[in-house]
């Protein structure tokens, strides 16, 4: 089992930055891939990002692109979205997750573990 515990969410003005960390704990070795999904109320959760927990390879929805970014520090078990030039549309929980493979990382039925998810709301 892996456990993950999301942290950083808050309020911000749109054009604002916030960090979201997200801490993993247990069986860590079989994590290939970190990733990041949010939903929106009413909303289907979706893809935000994904990086590669060994070589550290990125990959974005178009949404974010440009405007957020994914790291890992392995020392410390930690995946960090740094999310940048906040819209009220990107107004959502944020929730972390882990998989086992490295296919298809914007699919969420690929990822068997997840945090509790974290709340990010933009003003406008």
């Known amino acids: 089992q892996v456990q993950l515990v999301e942290s950083g969410g808050g309020l911000v003005q749109a054009g604002g930055s916030l960090r979201l960390s997200c801490v993993a704990s247990?069986?860590?070795?079989?994590?290939?891939?970190m990733g990041w999904f949010r939903q929106a109320p009413g909303e289907r959760r979706e893809f935000v990002a994904a990086?590669?927990?060994?070589?550290?390879?990125?990959y974005y929805a178009d949404s974010v692109k440009g405007r957020f970014t994914i790291s890992r520090d392995n020392a410390k078990n930690t995946v960090y979205l740094r999310m940048n030039s906040l819209k009220p549309e990107d107004t959502a929980v944020y929730y972390c997750?882990?998989?086992?493979?490295?296919?298809?990382?914007?699919?969420?039925?690929?990822?068997?573990?997840w945090g509790q998810g974290t709340q990010v709301t933009v003003s406008s």
């Open positions: 997750a882990a998989s086992p493979r490295r296919t298809r990382v914007d699919s969420r039925g690929q990822y068997d573990y």
């Open positions: 247990g069986r860590t070795f079989s994590i290939y891939i």
């Open positions: 990086i590669d927990w060994s070589g550290g390879g990125t």
